[in-house]
């Protein structure tokens, strides 16, 4: 069954560091996301892509952060300068539509740990 | 603002018993509703969708039910077992991309 990827699982990085988190959704979806999970906190949107453009960004997603679809199989979340407050699970989903029927497929998560 | 809570916050029943988890909304205007499975350190596996036209949902063991005008969706699930354990999450959409989450259940299953 086809499923949404990331990698790594886990990245340890330097406060200030740039980080790439990286994603691959499932093969025919169109739209793609990426969520975040503070430990024991609600998993909170930070921003939607679609035909190579945000569509949508919480007010999470600052300028510190971006988005990349560099081909035509991987997504990538970019944090510029990474803060002690970025560490969290990062979760990538995607969906086959953008309307209300569109079910979302998440991905397994990147622990990111700022130091 | 939309707000999406969950209770019971945590639950612990022995392996057989028939069991409801809930979710409520407090704004109705939504497009659809998701119930997620999370296994510790893990990522999100959908369950379940439920269109805002539809009042329930059902997979397996599981039965979702909508109540839009009321704002609350109901998980059940049946003749529990211990591989059932997880935290299930509800989250709604709205007239946007992006899906809004609730706090969770942590659901133990023991023998």
């Known amino acids: 069954e086809p499923e949404v990827t990331q990698t790594p699982s886990h990245q340890v990085t330097q406060m200030g560091q740039e980080v790439i988190l990286r994603c691959v959704p499932i093969?025919?979806?169109?739209?793609f996301y990426w969520y975040r999970q503070i430990l024991g906190q609600k998993v909170e949107f930070l921003v939607s892509?679609?035909?190579?453009?945000?569509?949508?960004k919480s007010e999470i997603f600052d300028d510190q952060f971006s988005v990349e679809r560099p081909d035509g199989s991987n997504f990538t979340l970019k944090i510029r300068s990474t803060k002690l407050e970025d560490s969290a699970m990062y979760f990538c989903?995607?969906?086959?539509?953008?309307?209300?029927?569109?079910?979302?497929?998440f991905g397994p998560g990147t622990r990111l740990t700022v130091l | 603002k939309q707000e999406v809570t969950q209770i019971p916050a945590a639950l612990s029943v022995p392996e057989g018993e028939n069991l409801v988890l809930n979710c409520s909304f407090t704004d109705s205007a939504i497009y659809n509703l998701q119930w997620f499975r999370q296994d510790p350190g893990k990522g999100l596996t959908s369950l379940l969708l439920?269109?805002?036209?539809?009042r329930e949902q059902t997979s397996g063991r599981l039965n979702a039910s909508l109540d839009k005008s009321s704002g609350r969706s109901t998980l059940y699930i049946a003749a529990s077992q211990p591989g059932d354990s997880a935290t299930y999450l509800c989250?709604?959409?709205?007239?946007?991309?992006?899906?809004?989450f609730g706090t969770g259940t942590r659901l133990q299953v023991f023998p």
């Open positions: 989250a709604v959409r709205q007239d946007t991309d992006k899906l809004i």
């Open positions: 439920i269109q805002s036209s539809q």
């Open positions: 093969s025919n979806h169109l739209y």
């Open positions: 892509f679609y035909n190579n453009e945000i569509s949508e």
């Open positions: 989903a995607s969906s086959e539509r953008g309307n209300s029927y569109n079910e979302q497929f």
